[in-house]
């Protein structure tokens, strides 16, 4: 999207209202985005800093010939195929603005269900506030910066294995404000990532670990540009749910859940494996209707 391609030379004589229309066409050129007009008003309202009432008011406004280097920058990357969320470079988790980039998964809504369904047993075991919970495998933070959020006093420990994906549930965590103050971050593989003093004294495990198979094929948008380690776990993908299954007896308190998220085609394996071990296990569907979550609750 050049000057010349809008016939404008940038002295003052093309709106942002033009630069909508033109993004929306050039994205649907692209196919690339499953939303054009959509993913043309994100990407128009991050240049302009501007949502809402605010945004279709700077739409008479006369770009900047930085304000539109920066629109043809994000344009091209979200028709080259790069997620519209890393494009962006935040996205949207429940009540919380998430920053995200490769290094760490795309937020996604089956995940949101995952953080209420923890928040819902956090607050069965501990209605008046406080308690304690790990989100293992966190990277950007999603989940476990949600339940801080939303609930306000509760001790939150964030695990992962990666450096990199902590480095960005940092960020995520500065700009989270005083709720943070409750949370905690820790590097390693599941629970050898935990500190001792956690042992017996959670309220809540949550995880959305890898659960992907080595050899399921997956949309290039997501192969070509989400981190692999964080998606695949195994042939068949079961390996890290059925770890954390095995042993987060150890972590959680008595009447203490663990709450997984995974693929249709696990669930019953999972729900199978933590009633061996004494679990009471229910199993949720997503919006879709397929099911997606696992609710382990640990006995006396």
Same mark, same amino acid.
């Given at each position: ?17 033009? !630069? ?38 700077? !739409? ?48 996604? @809504? ?6 209420? !369904? ?8 501990? @209605? ?89 094929? !997956? ?82």
């Amino acid at each position: 999207m050049t000057d010349q391609d809008n016939g404008a030379d940038l002295d003052g004589t093309i709106t942002w209202r033009a !630069l909508l229309a033109e993004t929306s066409l050039l994205l649907e050129q692209s196919c690339a985005a499953d939303n054009p007009k959509l993913e043309a008003r994100w990407i128009v309202e991050e240049v302009t800093g501007t949502t809402g009432t605010d945004f279709h008011e700077a !739409l008479d406004d006369f770009a900047t010939t930085r304000g539109v280097a920066k629109l043809d920058a994000l344009v091209s990357r979200r028709s080259a195929g790069e997620p519209i969320q890393y494009v962006l470079g935040h996205w949207q988790f429940r009540s919380v603005d998430l920053l995200i980039d490769q290094r760490v998964l795309i937020p996604r @809504p089956e995940t949101e269900l995952v953080a209420g !369904l923890a928040i819902d047993e956090l607050i069965r075991m501990r @209605p008046h506030g406080g308690g304690t919970v790990i989100d293992m495998g966190t990277g950007s933070g999603a989940i476990g910066l949600s339940i801080a959020a939303e609930r306000p006093g509760t001790r939150v420990l964030l695990t992962d294995a990666s450096k990199d994906a902590l480095a960005v549930a940092r960020a995520n965590l500065v700009g989270l404000g005083s709720v943070a103050r409750g949370v905690e971050i820790s590097c390693g593989s599941w629970f050898d990532a935990v500190p001792d003093h956690y042992r017996g004294e959670c309220d809540v495990i949550v995880s959305n670990p890898p659960y992907i198979g080595t050899d399921e094929e !997956l949309p290039c948008s997501v192969v070509d540009w989400e981190p692999e380690s964080a998606l695949r776990a195994g042939n068949d993908g079961l390996k890290d749910l059925q770890h954390i299954v095995e042993h987060a007896s150890t972590w959680l308190r008595s009447n203490g859940s663990l709450v997984l998220e995974m693929a249709h085609t696990q669930t019953s394996t999972i729900a199978a494996q933590g009633a061996s071990l004494g679990y009471v296990a229910k199993i949720h569907c997503d919006l879709a209707g397929l099911d997606r979550v696992v609710v382990l609750q640990r006995g006396q």
